[in-house]
C-alpha cells in the first residue's frame, strides 16, 4: 500500500502550482528542520516551496492570534504547543483536520504515534486539531561512572542505609546530592544541577507538585496550588539549591546544559536532546555552541523522582483556520508527521525533535547511533507512558506567568506560602475573567485526560 508519506507528494503535486506555503516554527534550532532538511526536500518532491516565520517560543502564542484575528492569511501551517489548542479552538484558529485525514486515509498511522501524545495532544472536543510531532518529556540524566564507585557507594549505604543509585523519590534526590557534593565538590563536581530559571520552573513544579499528590484546582474550580504540596516543593527547592553550583537559580536550558556535559554535575533533569548532546552525537556546525561532552559515554538514563516526569511543552502540527491553500498546508504537515519521514527527522542532530512515534523508540538506526542509545530511547519510551500533561486552560498563559513570577520571588528570598497564596489569588482572578463555568468545562476535559494526574 502506498505510504502516508508519498499520498501527500502526489496529492501536492497536482495543486502545487508555484505556490508556497507559510509554517509558523519555533526560533533557533528547531527551524533548522524545515529550513535545511524537510522544507528543501518537500520542494524537490512536490515543487512547492516552504516559506519558515521564526518565532521565539514565548511569542508564538500571541503571534498566531494576532494573524488570525488580522485574518490577512499569512500562516497556512503552524506549530503549537498542545497546552494552547482549547485557547487557539475557541478563538477559532486552528482548522479541524478530520475531513482531510480521512480523504487522505491517515488515521491508521495516527493510530501508531505514542499513546500519550496521541490521546492528550491531539484532539478538542473529540475533533482532530493537531499532530502531536515532538516528543517532549523530562527525563534524569546521571553519572554511572560516580554512581558505580565503590568507595562512594561504601560510604553511602554506611551513612543512609541504601544503595547509591538513581533517585526514585525526592527526599533520595536530596539526599544523594548532599552527599555526592560534599564528595566531589573539592574536584568540580556537584550532586546535581537543575533548571531554575522560572520559564523552566514552571514545568519542573507542575511535574513535582502532582508527583507529590497535589491537584490544581478543588471541585468548585478554586486555585490549591498553596496547599501543603505546593508549599512543600518551593521549601524543597530552595534547600536543594544548597548543594548546586553557585548561580543555579538563574539556570536555564543552556547553563544547565554546560554544567552537566563538563562533568560539573553528578545528575540532571532535562529533555531528550540532552541525552544527544552529552553522548556527543552532536556532529554538526549548527550545533558549535554546545560544549565538548567530557561524560560521553558515561551518563544513563532514568525517570525522575516520582516515576511521572513533565511532557514539557511540546509540538503539534496543525493548520491555520485563515489559510488559503488549506489542503496543501494540510499535505504538508501529513507528510512532516508520517512515519517515514518524521523517523528521519528525529534522528537530526541539530533540530531538537524528540521520538514520538512507537517505531521511534525501536528503530534499529537509531539505537545503533551511541552505545547506550537503547537505553536512552528506552528511558523516553517510559516516560511516555507515564508522563504528565502541560496544564491546558483558557488562557493557560495568564496562570503560568502568574507562576514564573511567584518562582523569581522565591529566589528573591520571600516565604514560600505567601507566594503561593498570591499566585492562588492571581489564578482565581484569572478564573473569575474567563468565566466561572466556562473554565471548569475545559479544566475538567482536561482532568478527565490520563495524563493529567498521576494514576493512583
Known amino acids: 500500500a502506498q505510504s502516508a508519506a508519498q499520498k501527500a507528494v502526489d496529492a501536492a503535486k497536482k495543486m502545487c502550482n508555484g505556490k508556497t506555503i507559510t509554517i509558523v516554527w519555533e526560533a533557533g534550532l528547531q527551524s533548522l528542520d524545515p529550513k535545511n532538511f524537510s522544507g528543501p526536500m518537500w520542494e524537490k518532491l512536490t515543487s512547492c516551496k516552504i516559506n519558515v516565520v521564526e518565532v521565539p517560543t514565548a511569542e508564538m502564542f500571541t503571534k498566531i492570534m494576532q494573524e488570525f484575528r488580522a485574518g490577512t492569511g499569512a500562516y497556512d501551517a503552524l506549530n503549537v504547543i498542545p497546552s494552547w489548542m482549547p485557547d487557539l479552538v475557541q478563538a477559532g484558529a ?22 500519550t501524545y496521541r490521546d492528550n495532544q491531539m484532539k478538542v472536543n473529540g475533533k482532530i486539531y493537531g499532530f502531536p510531532d515532538d516528543g517532549d518529556v523530562f527525563i534524569m540524566y546521571y553519572r554511572k561512572d560516580i554512581f558505580a564507585d565503590a568507595a562512594l557507594r561504601k560510604d553511602f549505604k554506611a551513612k543512609y542505609s541504601y544503595d547509591l543509585a538513581p533517585p526514585t523519590t525526592w527526599k533520595q534526590f536530596s539526599e544523594i546530592g548532599q552527599f555526592l557534593t560534599e564528595k566531589l565538590k573539592a574536584k568540580g563536581t556537584y550532586g546535581a544541577s537543575q533548571f531554575r530559571e522560572p520559564g523552566y520552573g514552571n514545568f519542573m513544579f507542575q511535574e513535582r507538585f502532582r508527583n507529590e ?6 471541585a468548585n474550580m478554586k486555585a490549591t496550588i498553596n496547599g501543603p504540596e ?35 554535575s553528578a545528575m540532571t533533569i532535562s529533555w531528550p536532546p540532552y541525552g544527544r548532546f552529552a553522548a556527543g552525537y552532536i556532529k ?22 516520582g516515576g511521572h516526569p513533565e511532557l514539557a511543552a511540546g509540538f503539534a502540527l496543525s493548520v491555520a483556520s485563515t489559510s488559503k491553500n488549506k489542503e496543501l498546508a494540510y499535505l504538508f504537515i501529513q507528510w512532516l508527521n508520517s512515519e517515514e519521514i518524521s523517523m528521519q527527522r528525529v534522528q537530526l542532530p541539530y533540530a531538537l525533535r524528540d521520538p514520538f512515534r512507537d517505531s521511534h523508540f525501536t528503530s534499529k538506526e537509531y539505537l545503533a547511533k551511541w552505545p547506550d542509545a537503547k537505553d536512552y530511547l528506552a528511558a523516553l519510551q517510559a516516560g511516555s507512558k507515564s508522563g ?37 489569588k492571581s489564578w482565581d482572578e484569572t478564573t473569575k475573567k474567563v468565566g466561572l463555568d466556562k473554565q471548569k468545562a475545559v479544566y475538567s476535559a482536561w482532568a478527565s485526560k490520563g495524563g493529567a494526574y498521576p494514576k493512583k
Do not use: C, H
Open 284 to 305: 554538526d556546525e549548527a550545533m558549535k555552541w554546545v560544549p565538548e561532552s567530557k561524560v560521553a559515554g558515561k551518563v544513563g538514563y532514568a525517570l525522575p523522582p
Open 388 to 424: 504528565l500533561l502541560d496544564l491546558s486552560l483558557i488562557q493557560t498563559d495568564k496562570y503560568e506567568e502568574a507562576l514564573r513570577q511567584g518562582i523569581s520571588r522565591l529566589w528573591a528570598g520571600e516565604d514560600p506560602k505567601k507566594i503561593l497564596d498570591d499566585v492562588a
Open 213 to 218: 499528590g497535589g491537584k490544581f484546582f478543588d
Open 230 to 264: 505546593g508549599v512543600k516543593v518551593f521549601t524543597e527547592w530552595r534547600n536543594e539549591n544548597k548543594f548546586m553550583p553557585p548561580g543555579v537559580e538563574k539556570f536555564g536550558f543552556v547553563e544547565n546544559l554546560a554544567t552537566f556535559v563538563k562533568g560539573e
Open 94 to 115: 486552528l482548522e479541524p483536520l478530520d475531513t482531510m485525514v480521512d480523504k487522505y486515509t491517515y488515521r491508521d498511522e495516527l493510530q501508531k504515534i505514542a499513546s
